[in-house]
């Protein structure tokens, strides 16, 4: 079963992109987000209704799959994991 997945890049300093997959084809997304957290808000609100799990890529790193509904309600705490999970992976920030 494919779920939806928000992928994020990282363009620069305050300057994000995210694309919404749907079935591995692009759904929806935008260029110039200033932060993690922008970048998650405007995905989760372009996925459909029924839509219970979530994949989040995060510059190239599976971040894991999570229940959308918690997704919402921890958009900052994912935020702020994501970057330090990158951090760690890849020693940059």
């Known amino acids: 079963m494919s779920y939806p997945c928000i992928v994020i890049s990282r363009h620069g ?3 994000y992109e995210w694309v919404l997959l749907m079935d591995h084809e692009q759904f929806d997304g935008d260029v110039g987000d200033p932060s993690i957290v922008s970048c998650l808000q405007s995905a989760l609100a372009g996925i459909p209704d029924g839509q219970r799990l979530v994949e989040v890529r995060y510059r190239g790193i ?3 799959t999570f229940e ?3 997704m919402e309600a921890t958009v900052g705490e994912l935020a702020a ?3 330090a999970s990158h951090a ?3 020693h940059d920030n």
């Open 13 to 15: 300093p305050r300057f």
């Open 81 to 83: 994991k994501f970057a």
């Open 88 to 90: 760690a992976l890849t």
């Open 62 to 64: 599976h971040m894991g």
């Open 68 to 70: 959308k509904e918690s």
